[in-house]
C-alpha cells in the first residue's frame, strides 16, 4: 500500500526555520517526481516546489525562492523541505505529493498520491 507521511512542523517565530520531511513506503520513491504543497485557511492549495526522482531537476514556486530548498535521499525514501526565514503568510498546512515521472506539475490533481498534511505556523 502506497503512503506518504509528513512530519517536522510546528510553531515557529518570523524569521525563524523549520525542516519538514516526507516518507514514502510502498515503492513510490523509485522513478516517482515528488512536490510540496501547501494551503493556508480559507485559501486555495498552492505549489511549493517539486524535485525529480534523481533530484537533478528541482523547480520552486517564486514565492519560496531563495528560502525554502527541496531535497531527496532516495535510500530512505524521503523528500525534504528546509523552510528558512519564513513568514507569517507561510503559514499553512504543508502536503507532500508523488506522481510518476520527471516533469513537474503545479497542479495538484495532476498527483497521484498524497500525505496527510502537517501544520507550519509561523507568528509575527
Known amino acids: 500500500q502506497v503512503q506518504l507521511v509528513e512530519s517536522g512542523g510546528g510553531l515557529v517565530q518570523s524569521g525563524g526555520s523549520l525542516r519538514l520531511s516526507c516518507v514514502g513506503s510502498?515503492?513510490?520513491?523509485?522513478?516517482?517526481?515528488m512536490a510540496w504543497f501547501r494551503q493556508a485557511p480559507g485559501r486555495e492549495r498552492e505549489f511549493v516546489g517539486f524535485?525529480?526522482?534523481?533530484?537533478?531537476?528541482?523547480e520552486y514556486a517564486d514565492f519560496v525562492k531563495g528560502r525554502f530548498t527541496i531535497s531527496r535521499d532516495n535510500a530512505a525514501n524521503t523528500m525534504y523541505l528546509q523552510m528558512d526565514s519564513l513568514k507569517p503568510e507561510d503559514t499553512a498546512v504543508y502536503y507532500c505529493?508523488?506522481?510518476?515521472?520527471?516533469?513537474?506539475?503545479?497542479?495538484?490533481?495532476?498527483?497521484?498520491?498524497w500525505g496527510q498534511g502537517t501544520q507550519v505556523t509561523v507568528s509575527s
Open positions: 505529493a508523488a506522481r510518476y515521472g520527471s516533469y513537474y506539475y503545479v497542479r495538484g490533481a495532476d498527483y497521484d498520491y
Open positions: 524535485i525529480t526522482w534523481s533530484g537533478d531537476s528541482i
Open positions: 510502498g515503492g513510490i520513491i523509485s522513478g516517482y517526481g
